[in-house]
């Protein structure tokens, strides 16, 4: 399997009192987290880790903070927390199951449209051994979705909406 880093920086501060106990957990798993008194910038230099240990009784105390603000992520957590032993102590979440971090995003700014009207996240992909791929990602989330933009994807809407000819190696152009 080829290894990948793919540095995350969500550009967006957000408001620290409009995230619930849940959200912040959640985000906090997922990226490093840096607060001002005001608001909460995220990032993580390494790339989104796939799971995160939890104590199941912390766990419980979140989705129950949480319930009456951000009914659809806690139902997500609550279906997790069914599947475990009611004596087990801590537990491994895979971050990524039928849970996707955007879509968190994109809940606080549908949840306060005035003071998150948008989020901006960029991704780099940066080369590895294994991954000699180069480029990145933005993607741009708001109350009615969440918008992914990769460089090459972009470079090719700009190429045809100049209506200029695709250059492939190998080709002459028209000129030569």
Do not use: K
């Amino acid at each position: 399997m080829a290894s990948v880093r793919e540095p995350v920086v969500v550009r967006t501060p957000l408001p620290a009192d409009l995230l619930t106990p849940l959200e912040r957990w959640y985000l906090g798993a997922l990226f490093r987290t840096r607060e001002d008194g005001i608001s909460l910038s995220f990032h993580n230099p390494d790339g989104l880790p796939p799971f995160a240990a939890v104590r199941v009784e912390h766990l419980r105390g979140l989705v129950r903070a949480s319930i009456q603000i951000c009914p659809d992520l806690c139902a997500r957590f609550l279906a997790i927390l069914a599947d475990v032993d009611a004596d087990e102590g801590s537990i491994e979440i895979d971050l990524g199951e039928g849970i996707e971090w955007t879509e968190v995003l994109r809940g606080l700014c549908r949840r306060d449209p005035h003071r998150v009207p948008f989020v901006e996240i960029e991704i780099a992909h940066v080369p590895t051994p294994d991954r000699p791929v180069y480029g990145g990602s933005a993607v741009f989330v708001h109350p009615g979705g969440v918008e992914w933009f990769d460089t090459a994807g972009w470079l090719r809407q700009r190429v045809a909406a100049l209506a200029l000819p695709l250059l492939r190696p190998g080709r002459r152009t028209a000129r030569g």
